[in-house]
């Protein structure tokens, strides 16, 4: 494989999963009424079948689950508790200055009872593990490590990351009444939805989740069998983000609300530049302690 199919292979897989939950949409619509939006139908049959693709793709690209990220089972699950560690870590700054800074406040409407906590932390923690289970084999595994093998350490991550925060606003906000929906109408929402990447109300989201897809790719890169560190360090932020939302509110009025994205009320400018310090940090250690091995081993 040349390094450009390597390059247009991930979109053109998207294409052809986003094509087939457009008409595998169409049927499950027809049969589910108004009880769930069509576009909800296609956004999530495209992560099922995204998902499922790794496989075929594994088999093609003589990929196992070694290459793909996965250790021996003890390691993995200390690797998740490690990553769950970092990823908590990592975002707990951000939400100690949304709060100092008035941008999220706590929301006094809820029950606050022990019970009530438990459930939603038990639920969003739940969540976050299906997501990042979903996620990063796909991102992080199958994306990443075969975009390496044709391409530089550092084009792959640059390329997986640019992939993993595209996918998350490829999204139509178009309600289809039951009714009116036809076999043509999930290709006119997909329309909408790759239209939607060049909405400049998704930039500062985009930028943050872009630095997300770079931090979990440097992450997986230095060592062979460290996907489990990405999965844990992921389910980490997607649960914090829902805690937030579930504990506090927004406040548009704050005078620095532009710092988040209307997108979740936590990731943008804020976790952006955050993240980028971060991975310069570990840029300047990083040089740092080479350069002390190399004067060690003089």
Known sequence: MTRYLAVLLPPVVL??????ACLLGYGVAVVLGDALPLRKIISKSTLVLLVLSIFPLMAYLKMDKTEL???????????MLQGFVLGGSTLAPVFVVLFALDIQVLDTSQPWTAGWLLEKTTVSLLLALLISWLEEPLFRGLILMGLARRLSRATAVLTSAFYYA???FLDSKTELPAQDITWLSGFKLLAEAFANLFNPTIYSAFAALLMVGIFLGLLRTQRQTS?????GCHTAW?????????????????????LVSPYDGVVGYLVAAWLLLVLAGY????????????????
């Not at 250790?71 to 993995?76: G, N, V």
């Not at 997607?238 to 532009?258: C, E, F, G, R, T």
Request: proline letters at 2%; glycine letters at 6%.
């Open 166 to 168: 595209a996918l998350h």
């Open 227 to 231: 996907l489990g560190l990405c999965i």
């Open 69 to 79: 990220g996965f250790a021996e089972k003890s390691q993995f699950f200390k690797q």
């Open 238 to 258: 997607v649960w914090q983000i829902k805690m937030s939302k579930a504990l506090a509110n927004s406040n548009p009025h704050a005078d620095y609300s532009y």
């Open 15 to 20: 294409l052809a999963a986003t094509v087939l």
């Open 283 to 298: 840029g300047v250690w990083h040089y740092l302690r080479q350069g002390k091995t190399r004067r060690a081993d003089v």
